[in-house]
């Protein structure tokens, strides 16, 4: 027999340890902490907090605080429909689990690397953390300011595909468990032009705090148009993410059949290429749980048109969908008025 070597084993050993303990760490991390694996929710440890954007933008942080979004920060957790949710998910503390996090909070990095809530839904949800980009978003004295804030991360209101995208990423609800187990509801009725015409429209830069204009009609038309097309996109994740047959694979599918016919609509009315692109990438026969690589590879391809689409056009061209386009009066909460 040869003898042991006890070095060798000592080393193995300390590797093991040494593994099993970043595996338990990784597991244990908030999602949310992992931006790489979620580019759509905002990386705590950049985040900056609704704080630092009222220094330059009081009056839109005034129109913030009447919204939902504002609000969740105190009402979510103490709700008798989250504190269910919450039990039947086995969730002890709403604002320390990372599954609620993400969509009900804005969560921010503190000083010991801890991820805790520091808001609800706030300026960094929709236009990204601003650690990287603050500054020369802020020096308008400084030549292409906006645009070099763009290229450090801020997404800015006419980049229409990835500030949509953050709003589909929530409000699609991604996450199966909680609807088969929770009883979570399996995404909100959500149109772009609707709901940022409402009580979270804050056009108020212009005026300087004065008028919150109404979205010009060349971007509502854009919103529309890519928005509806996100829908779809989103939806076929949401079936991608299925591994069973329930009310989430239910409701994801019919989310794909209702966002299809709003599209075939809208090709109809402007005849657009980049529709008829997005409809054809979508194989019905695919859309089943547990067939989740070739429906996100679908999911890729229509997000990749709706990007292309998002820069390609400006909305000036496109009155043929105003006919389709939600009115005033489905606009979702009032507007908050200076």
């Known amino acids: 027999m040869k003898p042991r070597n006890i070095k060798a084993i000592s080393v193995r050993k300390l590797a093991l340890s040494i593994t099993l303990m970043i595996l338990a760490f990784a597991l244990y991390l908030p999602t949310g902490a992992c931006a790489a694996d979620d580019p759509y929710h905002s990386d705590p440890t950049k985040v900056m907090g609704p704080t630092a954007c009222n220094e330059c933008h009081a009056p839109e942080v005034e129109a913030w605080k009447l919204t939902h979004h504002f609000e969740t920060f105190n009402t979510m957790h103490r709700s008798a429909e989250g504190r269910e949710i919450a039990s039947k998910m086995g969730l002890r503390r709403i604002k320390e689990e990372s599954l609620c996090l993400k969509c009900h909070y804005t969560d921010q990095a503190d000083d010991s ?28 004295n400084e030549v292409n300011h906006l645009e070099k804030a763009a290229k450090l991360g801020m997404l800015q209101p006419n980049d229409y595909y990835h500030v949509a995208a953050n709003c589909f990423s929530c409000h699609t609800v991604p996450e199966e468990k909680l609807v088969n187990v929770g009883g979570h509801k399996a995404g909100s009725d959500f149109e772009l032009v609707s709901w940022l015409s409402g009580e979270v429209r804050h056009n108020l830069q212009k005026s300087g ?77 695919d859309l089943k749980p547990g067939n989740g690589a070739a429906i996100d590879k679908m999911a890729d391809e229509v997000g990749s048109i709706s990007s292309a689409l998002a820069k390609s056009q400006d909305g000036a061209k496109l009155a043929a969908v105003d006919s389709l386009i939600p009115g005033p009066d489905k606009y979702k909460g009032t507007a908050y008025k200076p």
């Open 209 to 285: 705090g004065k008028v919150n204009e109404e979205i010009p009609v060349d971007r509502r038309r854009m919103l529309y148009i890519v928005g509806r097309a996100l829908d779809l996109e989103f939806s076929l994740r949401g079936v991608a993410k299925a591994t069973e047959d329930g009310a989430y694979s239910k409701a994801m599918l019919a989310r794909v059949t209702a966002a299809k016919d709003r599209l075939e609509e809208i090709s109809k009315a402007s005849d657009l290429p980049e529709l008829k692109k997005i409809l054809s990438a979508v194989n019905v026969a």
């Open 113 to 140: 690397g801890k991820v805790v809530p520091i808001s609800g839904i706030s300026c960094e949800s929709c236009h990204g953390p601003g650690k990287d980009w603050i500054k020369i978003h802020s020096a308008s």
